[in-house]
């Protein structure tokens, strides 16, 4: 069975400072999401991460996959408080209809 | 181009009573995802349909919880007899073409309070 693991599950920063979110899976896959939900609302997609070594780039946040390693990290650039929310990655099987979510990391950037 | 709707986006129901949900994929996708959050988790897939058909329902509880997704008209998610434990927010994707390893574009969400 998929299983997809994030960490930390929260993670308070100072404005300013650079940290990364990491999300582990357990089986093959070739394609991996990450979204940011604000408080009460629906979900935003981020990225799309399609092949291993992937890396994309939008503002302050990156995201990279290392299929081999069945790992994704989300890294953040001199945080901002606009970045606060919470950060979830998904993993698409290909051989399943299902996206699996992580439990998410709740971010709150602090001034 | 309007993106995936759904209605309602706040639903208050008794015990005992039905819910119903209802999603309206964007323009072009004939494919439908629901998902459910309870407060403080992640989603959690429930069914996978196409037009008039169920295509992946294996997240989807064995009682009360049923979906459809007519050849007109909306998919909708239907909950009888709510439970207090079924109080989450309900999140309806689409996308162009099937299976997760296509981009799925989410609803608004409903959010059911269950009293």
């Known amino acids: 069975e998929l299983k997809v693991e994030q960490n930390p599950l929260f993670l308070s920063m100072q404005e300013g400072k650079n940290y990364t979110i990491y999300c582990n899976y357990s089986t093959t896959s070739d394609r991996l999401y990450w979204y940011r939900q604000d408080p009460g609302k629906s979900l935003e997609s981020l990225f799309v991460l399609l092949s291993n070594g992937a890396v994309k780039q939008e503002g302050r946040l990156m995201a990279s996959l290392d299929t081999k390693a069945r790992l994704s990290t989300l890294h953040i650039t001199a945080a901002v408080h606009d970045l606060s929310a919470t950060y979830f990655c998904a993993v698409a099987s290909y051989n399943n209809n299902d996206m699996r979510f992580g439990a998410g990391t709740r971010l709150t950037v602090k001034p | 181009n309007a993106g995936v709707m759904q209605n309602p986006r706040h639903l208050v129901r008794r015990r005992g009573q039905e819910a119903r949900l209802r999603c309206s994929p964007m323009?072009?996708?004939?494919?439908v995802y629901w998902y459910r959050q309870l407060p403080e988790e992640g989603l959690k897939f429930m069914v996978y349909l196409q037009k008039e058909n169920i295509i992946d329902e294996s997240g989807m509880p064995k009682e009360r919880f049923s979906a459809e997704f007519p050849k007109e008209g909306p998919s909708i998610l239907r909950i009888q007899q709510v439970v207090r434990g079924d109080s989450a927010a309900y999140f309806c994707?689409?996308?162009?073409?099937?299976?997760?390893?296509?981009?799925?574009?989410f609803g608004p969400g409903t959010r059911l309070t269950v009293l």
């Open positions: 994707a689409s996308s162009k073409t099937g299976g997760a390893s296509n981009e799925q574009f």
């Open positions: 323009k072009g996708h004939s494919h």
